[in-house]
């Protein structure tokens, strides 16, 4: 089992840059492979990027494509999302999820961290 907590959130202008972070409790980081998702009011929950369990595989929802890197470091047992080049419709609230290798569904999920663009 993992536990995350996702940091780094906040308010930034259209534009700038955020980085997003989701640090795991327990030993076993690098079995699960990651991925970031967000929500907007009023909206469903939206797939943003993942990451594979050595960070060598990378994919990432078309809306953020460029913009946005994801990437780990299993030895801190942390994934980021770097965010650049934020837009207005980036504004949701972020979760970082760890799923099983061998599994669709991602089991675990954290609170969740605000980003608010402005114009």
């Known amino acids: 089992q993992v536990q995350l907590v996702e940091s780094g959130g906040g308010l930034v202008q259209a534009g700038g840059s955020l980085r997003l972070s989701c640090a795991a409790s327990g030993r076993t980081f690098s079995s699960y492979a990651m991925g970031w998702f967000r929500q907007a009011p009023g909206q469903e929950r939206e797939f943003v990027a993942t990451i594979g369990r050595n960070g060598l595989t990378r994919n990432y929802a078309d809306s953020v494509k460029g913009r946005f890197t994801i990437s780990r470091d299993n030895a801190k047992g942390t994934v980021y999302l770097q965010m650049n080049s934020l837009k207005l419709e980036d504004t949701a609230v972020y979760y970082c999820?760890?799923?099983?290798?061998?599994?669709?569904?991602?089991?675990?999920w954290g609170q969740g961290t605000q980003v608010t663009v402005s114009s």
């Open positions: 999820a760890a799923r099983i290798v061998g599994y669709q569904d991602y089991a675990y």
